[in-house]
């Protein structure tokens, strides 16, 4: 049984992945010349310039089972503290620690980042929010985040800001009009895994995270294609015959589709529509680009934080890492990978304008910055690439891993899956559906699926049921 794997991305990866283990045979095409998409770098010379400074979670159970298999824990390093940096007071910061933690309750009461009631409001929003019922889905993803406090007859203006400046920086998505319904997903992972508050890589993402999964499928025998782009997908009498990559007609028996939802929106043609239109809902979604500034310091700014750091109240969402003070190659200086998340006024100057004005803010903040030489600075605007947004509505135009044909599943972070929030763990997910989807339809079994095995594990998931009823949703996508 083979399977056509498309979009080197996370999704697409963990796809073929588990399709490998499960006896497929493989062949992943991806139109860069690199595995990871947003969750990789690009290599300089002796540099990898992150797409983007990634945070690791503690919730995100489906990465952490994958780091235990490929053996990879030892390159993660655990962040307890979220620095708030408000202009006009740096060397002196206001620290958020293991937010999600009862046991931290007090310190953050008292950190400072609001006056002391003002904080109690936002941790009550905080649950407010949270003890809204599943059932409840619609009418929260109906509302933002902002909209939800606002209608909150204890609200304060600052509780509103804090939660568009800290939470959602903290989880780097633009703060505008993110679904309520997210955002309450997210808490609840949140507040059921605090400690720690997230992790970090010790280097960067393409070697010591993306290099590790790539070597794995092709261990695996997974057959893996750079520089082969998605053009068309080619249907007849109700099933997909073939993909068109680089002009070049490929058959397809079945096809994983885990490109960006802009991208498969361009091919979407009358052939596909006739045969299944309920694709075309993907239109009615949304991203935005999250631009990266990493900028290469030649010796230490004294007094950076080295854990998360947010630029509270600034014009272009900033919020950073210095890896400087993480990664070995990097020991002795300050080296900065900054995000972006409210980019959009800038999307459309030149690059050295949009440089200037992301690295003025931060001087204006950080005036330590100024005192030390800038060896060199990379920027990716990622408006070609925009990042999905969770914004209110979103979900009813979110795919599933299931399409109307019969051989066609999608994968990618803008997929319907229990993690909900754009992220590397609703990525994995979504390709673990897509992957369990396709190994249901072709009746295949699980790794090391022999019969005797199989009556065991069936036994034992019967047990499982018997004993433990209130399933945990989060084991949806653990396939
Ligand atoms: C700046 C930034 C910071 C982020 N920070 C975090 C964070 O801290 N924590 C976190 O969990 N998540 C974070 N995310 C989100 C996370 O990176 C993404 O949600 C996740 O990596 C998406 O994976 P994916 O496989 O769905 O999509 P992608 O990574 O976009 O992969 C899709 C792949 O398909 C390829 N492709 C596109 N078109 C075609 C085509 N026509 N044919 C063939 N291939 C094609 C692309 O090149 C790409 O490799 C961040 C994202 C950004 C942009």
């Known amino acids: 049984m083979h399977v056509t794997v498309i979009g080197g991305g996370l999704a697409g990866m963990i796809a073929a992945l588990r399709l490998a283990e499960r006896g497929f045979a493989v062949d992943l095409y991806e139109s860069t010349s690199r595995l990871g998409g947003k969750a990789g770098c690009n290599q300089h010379g002796s540099d990898f310039d992150e797409h983007g400074y990634h945070i690791f979670p503690m919730w995100c159970r489906n990465i952490w089972k994958l780091v235990d298999e490929l053996g990879i824990a030892g390159h993660f390093a655990d962040v307890e503290d979220f620095v708030q940096i408000e202009r006009g007071e740096f060397p002196r910061n206001k620290t958020l620690t293991n937010l999600g933690s009862a046991r931290y309750v007090f310190h953050n009461l008292f ?7 003002e904080m109690a409001l936002f941790f009550y929003s905080t649950l407010d929010l949270m003890s809204h019922r599943f059932s409840y889905r619609r009418f929260l993803d109906q509302t933002s985040v902002k909209g939800f406090v606002r209608g909150r007859i204890y609200r304060t203006e600052r509780v509103v800001l804090q939660h568009q400046d800290l939470l959602l920086k ?8 993110v679904s309520a319904m997210t955002m309450r997903n997210v808490l609840k992972y949140w507040f059921k895994y605090p400690l720690p508050m997230h992790r970090v890589l010790k280097g960067n993402l393409q070697q010591l995270w993306i290099e590790p999964i790539e070597k794995r499928m092709a261990a695996l025998g997974v057959k893996i294609h750079l520089g082969q782009r998605l053009e068309r997908i080619e249907t007849a009498q109700g099933r997909v015959t073939a993909v068109h990559l680089n002009s070049t007609r490929h058959p397809v028996e079945r096809a994983v589709v885990a490109i960006p939802w802009e991208r498969l929106a361009a091919i979407l043609d009358d052939d596909l529509y006739r045969a299944a239109p309920k694709l075309f809902a993907i239109r009615g979604l949304n991203s935005a680009a999250m631009a990266a500034l990493n900028i290469y310091f030649r010796g230490v700014v004294p007094g ?11 014009r272009y969402g900033l919020s950073f890492i210095d890896v400087g003070q993480w990664w070995p190659e990097y020991r002795g200086r300050t080296v900065l990978n900054a995000i972006s998340s409210n980019f959009t006024a800038l999307e459309s100057v ?8 992301m690295l003025d803010e931060l001087f204006e903040f950080i005036p330590a910055l100024r005192d030390v030489e800038i060896e060199k600075t990379d920027f990716q605007p990622h408006v070609d690439e925009p990042l999905f947004m969770n914004e209110v509505g979103a979900w009813q135009s979110r795919p599933g891993a299931k399409t109307e044909l019969p051989n066609l599943y999608l994968a990618g972070d803008c997929c319907r899956n229990h993690i909900d929030l754009v992220s590397m763990e609703g990525a994995v997910s979504a390709g673990l559906l897509a992957a369990e989807a396709v190994r249901k339809d072709a009746g295949s079994s699980r790794p090391g699926g022999d019969p005797d095995s199989r009556r ?3 036994l ?3 047990a499982a049921m018997v004993l433990r009823p209130a399933r945990s949703r989060r084991v949806e996508a653990d396939c």
């Open 111 to 117: 950190s400072g980042v609001l006056p002391v009631e």
């Open 170 to 177: 903290g989880i780097n998505v633009p703060s505008y009009a």
């Open 304 to 314: 950076m934080p080295k854990d998360h750091v947010n630029v509270i109240g600034g």
């Open 350 to 357: 030149s690059e050295d304008v949009a440089v200037r004005e």
């Open 456 to 458: 065991v594990a069936a």
């Open 460 to 462: 034992a998931a019967l």
